[in-house]
Antibody, heavy 122, light 108 residues
Framework: EVQLVESGGGLVQPGGSLRLSCAASGFTFSSYWMHWVRQAPGKGLVWVSRINSDGSSTSYADSVKGRFTISRDNAKNTLYLQMNSLRAEDTAVYYC???????????????WGQGTLVTVSS | SYVLTQPPSVSVAPGQTARITCGGNNIGSKSVHWYQQKPGQAPVLVVYDDSDRPSGIPERFSGSNSGNTATLTISRVEAGDEADYYCQVWDSSSAQGVFGGGTKLTVL
């Protein structure tokens, strides 16, 4: 059974940093591209970032470019999102999601984690 | 950047057909995916690549995509279909994922 379990969320002050983790199991993690998607309270889904299967290629939404860094440790079956210079508008539930395809000009999310809440507030 | 436009809400009586649209410039040239999200839960993929269904998704869910509009169709709507629905594409020009704003389906 495919499982994605996020952790690392919490309350952080504006300008602070946080690292999210997503532990994957039930599939060959190193073969799949992975994404982060967020959802502000009461709002819609917003794509955040993507990383290819070996970690050599990444993409970011304009709103987080230069502040967030996606990475992965295939030996630990874990996806990460390092979030720096956090702003109030980054407050959201952050989901990790698996992409069943492995080419760049495409993205689809077939499995999602349960999400972890990040709150940026003083 | 690429924009996907969905109606904020759609209402339908049980047993009827719900159609949720997703508008975008020449969206017919892209692969469109649809997600269902119920309150307090993670999204679930219900249609991918315009019209394919993942295993476990009822045949009542179908999709189409042409021109500037993609459509998710839910036939014989049930109370359990009440949820938010999001369309999604990959914008190759910006190398970014894009979601529509979401549509709240209400079953009357």
């Amino acid at each position: 059974e495919v499982q994605l379990v996020e952790s690392g969320g919490g309350l952080v002050q504006p300008g602070g940093s946080l690292r999210l983790s997503c532990a994957a199991s039930g599939f060959t993690f190193s073969s799949y591209w992975m994404h982060w998607v967020r959802q502000a309270p009461g709002k819609g889904l917003v794509w955040v970032s993507r990383i290819n299967s070996d970690g050599s290629s990444t993409s970011y939404a304009d709103s987080v470019k230069g502040r967030f860094t996606i990475s992965r440790d295939n030996a630990k079956n874990t996806l990460y999102l390092q979030m720096n210079s956090l702003r109030a508008e980054d407050t959201a539930v952050y989901y990790c999601a698996r992409d069943p395809e492995d080419y760049g000009d495409y993205a689809q999310f077939d499995y999602w984690g349960q999400g972890t809440l990040v709150t940026v507030s003083s | 950047s690429y924009v996907l436009t969905q109606p904020p809400s759609v209402s339908v009586a049980p047993g009827q057909t719900a159609r949720i649209t997703c508008g975008g410039n020449n969206i017919g040239s892209k692969s469109v995916h649809w997600y269902q999200q119920k309150p307090g839960q993670a999204p679930v993929l219900v249609v991918y690549d315009d019209s394919d269904r993942p295993s476990g998704i009822p045949e009542r869910f179908s999709g189409s995509n042409s021109g500037n509009t993609a459509t998710l169709t839910i036939s014989r709507v049930e109370a359990g279909d009440e949820a938010d629905y999001y369309c999604q594409v990959w914008d190759s020009s910006s190398a970014q994922g894009v979601f529509g704003g979401g549509t709240k389906l209400t079953v009357l």
